[in-house]
Every structure is written in structure tokens, then in C-alpha cells.
């Protein structure tokens, strides 16, 4: 656990970047930080491994306080992963990844198969591990940056915006790719960014600040979605707060029945019934199958886009299951709302 208590920063120039922040960041778990820029995430990070330090207050990384510990030490026992990857130009992809490895005295040849190994932890295929920085596109350098960060198998690891360079497709895979790690891996994740999707999508605990460093309120996603603490954390999360709790519900508990006979719209299957797409007369929509794991969000979205409201259901191999109606879809859309609220 990563524990703050009434910590303060003001910078020699005046600036209150940090003000009176007491948070709780739980181990083994993401917590990220939001808000507008200058409110002082990234000085919050930061403060975790010393790379600024505090004006006053507490932080303790396991229950020990960062300013008892030497700082060097603490920074290689933290990963740290920043928006244009911050990898060293002059050296191979596999020897930034065996940096810090080597600053802990492993010996070349180790850290050589750990950095190996780490590549393609982070899906890169083997012979990138050859290549300079430049050499590689963005979400590349980002992946090879995440694999650095995690080279010594630190128990913590610092994101400050790793994914804003990246265009939207690639950002996305690049959040997939963590959350998947963070499975396997369980690291205890301090994660940065201007973004309140990315925030829904990685975080389990979400804290948004505002100017002046002010914590404002941190909760699980679906807390703040389903009870935004005031009309700043309300506006911050946007227009579309109630969407967004759908997209971390699941379509599973929506009943579905078998796909109508007879009507204007016929499902059309192929010979191992799977939904092709919805046909009348001389016209076809295209239709997107879902699964039982798919998101709420988008069973809404494709039932406004069906021309019959329904949507249809798939197993893992993509085999017609049933469908469900838009009725329904909506129905437990707001029960997602209503259960948020009562659970906060
Ligand atoms: N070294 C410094 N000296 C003086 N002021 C600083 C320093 N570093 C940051 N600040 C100020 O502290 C405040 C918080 O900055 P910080 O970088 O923590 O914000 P942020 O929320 O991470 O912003 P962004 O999203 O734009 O990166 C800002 O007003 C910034 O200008």
C-alpha cells in the first residue's frame, strides 16, 4: 500500500502544487490519478519515489516512510514509466530494458534473458530487442518502456500519462495489454492522465483532483459514475457520466429468447449459425454478435443501431445463442445506475 498523510508541496516559486493530501493507493491494485492540467498529479507521483520532494507530510511505500529510505535505492525499487518512453537513444532496446538490472549488479548475461523475456511479456516480437529507440513507432517505444519499468520486478510502478502520445487504436491496445499484465502481474499501479475513459477503463480506485492540488474525491469507477461527490467531479466526468458506468457492466445477466421468425427482418446465419446480418427485402444491415462478456454499453449501442431493437447473442465461438431485446438492454442499464447508487 502507498499511504499519504497530509502531504503538502510548495514550490520554492510560490506554487502550492500538492495541498494537505491524505490517500490511501491499495497494493496490488490501480489507482489513477485525474484532472485538469496543473493540478498536481504528476507532483503527486513523483513524490512517491523523491523525485520531488515533499514540503511536509508523510508518504510510506509498505509502511515505510520514502524520506528514511536513500533515494537512488528507492527510484530502482519503483518502476517508472512516462509519456515519450524516456528510453536512452544510443542504446539498444534491450539494453534500456537491462538498465536498471544492470545497476543492480545481476551480471550482463542475466539481464540480457530478463530483458528478453520481458519483450515479449509486453508483445514485441524478439528481434526488436536489436533496434534503437527510433526505430520503433510510438505504441512500440511505449510497450519497450512498460518492459524497463518492470525489469526488476518492482512491487510498484509509476505511470505518469504513458499512453498519451499514442493514437486512439493504439492507446487502446496499450491499456488492453496492461490490464493484462496486471492480472498476471498484481503490481500496486500509480497511474496519470487527463483522460476520464482511460481512468474508468484501468482504474480501481480513481482519485480526481483540482487546481491547487486539492483531492476531491476518490472511489471505485462505478462510486464516482453512480455518485459524483460534487458538481466538479459531476462535470469533470462529463455528459456522458451514465454511459460510461455501462461500459463496466456486462451484458450476461440480459435474458434473451430466440431470434424472431417471420417478420419484416430476418437474421440471416451462415452454415455454423453465426450471425451474418439482419436482411429485408433487398436491404442488409450489418449486425455485431455479442458476448455474455461484452460490455452493457455496447449491447446499448447496438440495440439503438438494430433495425429490429435486437441484439444478437453469440457463445465464444461466435454461435447464435439468442437475443435480446432493446427493452430489456435498457431496462437493466438503469439498474446498473440504480444498484451503483445503492452500493455507494
Ligand atoms: N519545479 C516546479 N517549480 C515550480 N512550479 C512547479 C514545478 N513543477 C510543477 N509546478 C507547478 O505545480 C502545479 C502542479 O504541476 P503538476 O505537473 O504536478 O500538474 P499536473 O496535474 O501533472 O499537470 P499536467 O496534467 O499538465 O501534467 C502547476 O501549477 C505547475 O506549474
Redesign the pocket.
Known sequence: MIQFDAVHKR???G?T??HDLTLRMPEGGVTVLV????????????MINRM?EPTSGTIRVGGKDVQQQDAAELRRSIGYVIQQSGLFPHRTVLDNIATVPLLLGWGRRKARTKAAELLETVGLPAETGRRYPHQLSGGQQQRVGVARALAADPPVLLM??PFGAVDPVVRTQLQDELLRLQKELSKTIVF?T?DIDEAVRLGDRIAV?RTG?HLVQCAPPDELLARPADDFVADFLGAERGLKLLSLRTLADVPQGPAPAGGTWTLVLDEARRPLHWAADDTRIPVRPLKDTDSLLSALNESVASPTGLVARVDADGVLTGVSSRDDIHEHAGQAHTEARVAA
Not at 484532472?35 to 513523483?46: E, F, H, M, V
Open positions: 514550490f520554492p516559486n506554487t502544487a500538492v484532472g485538469s492540467s496543473g493540478c498536481g498529479k504528476t507532483t503527486t507521483l513523483r520531488v505518469d500519462e496519470v487527463h483532483f492540488g
